[in-house]
């Protein structure tokens, strides 16, 4: 049972423009929600995470919007950059018992020069 | 800036093979997880460690073993390789301390096992 989804496996936006990722949970229990980038041949980096207690967390040209009556979150990119072309990854933290994150499938990103 | 390694970026062992991968860790992190990456199914926790031999099952730890003797270094053993663990290894580390109330993984590079 998949408790973290990325519906969308991949994305193509123009340079300049908006990318939207999205992500859906099912556990109420998650706590904490991240975004992971990862390039091929190396591993996932941090991008930016928000609490469940937000709405939004922003860090320069992203932005993490939590909807949590929506059990929905989504990464917006602004301006997309050729750079940004990886797979983003979304996770969430579980509270229950012993704490852990489980990913999404991930969403490949190709912004187009 | 935080650096974990991963003994290997490329590996091929054989059907029935033990396989031993080797996580080091270079910043005093209690916790250490290792994941598998499949195309479709995202990262997926095999086992997990918050202190020194300490270990639990994350979501496949089917066919897995791990070893955490010391702080710093965390080992996925395939006690007997089969090609069903053919994937993308990769290990992580984190710090309740790091603040914040989250505490962020850092990301080896991965291992690619092929198991023929």
């Known amino acids: ?113 | 800036d935080v650096k974990v390694t991963q003994s290997s970026r490329y590996l091929v062992k054989r059907t029935g093979e033990k396989v031993f991968l080797e996580c080091v860790q270079d910043m005093d992190h209690e916790n250490m997880f290792w994941y598998r990456q499949d195309p479709g199914l995202g990262l997926r926790l095999i086992y997990f460690s918050y202190d020194v031999k300490m270990k639990e099952k994350g979501d496949i730890p089917e066919g897995y073993s791990v070893s955490r003797e010391k702080k710093e270094r965390f080992s996925l053993i395939l006690e007997s390789a089969s090609t069903n663990q053919t994937s993308m290894y990769l290990c992580a580390s984190s710090s309740p301390r790091q603040g914040a109330g989250t505490d962020t993984q850092y990301f080896g590079p991965g291992t690619r096992l092929t198991v023929l």
């Not at chain 1, 909807?67 to 229950?96: E, M």
């Open chain 1, 1 to 113: 049972d998949q408790q973290v989804k990325q519906n969308s496996p991949s994305l193509s936006v123009q340079e300049g423009r908006i990318s939207i990722l999205n992500c859906d949970y099912t556990n109420s229990m998650f706590d904490y929600f991240l975004w992971y980038k990862k390039y091929p041949a190396e591993g996932p980096t941090f991008l930016i995470s928000i609490s469940s207690i937000k709405d939004k967390n922003e860090d320069g040209r992203f932005t993490v919007f939590l909807n949590k009556s929506a059990k929905h979150l989504s990464l917006h990119i602004v301006p997309s950059q050729p750079g940004d072309s990886a797979v983003y990854f979304c996770a969430a933290r579980t509270t229950s018992g012993t704490y852990k994150y489980i990913f999404g499938t991930g969403t490949r990103l190709k912004v187009l020069a």
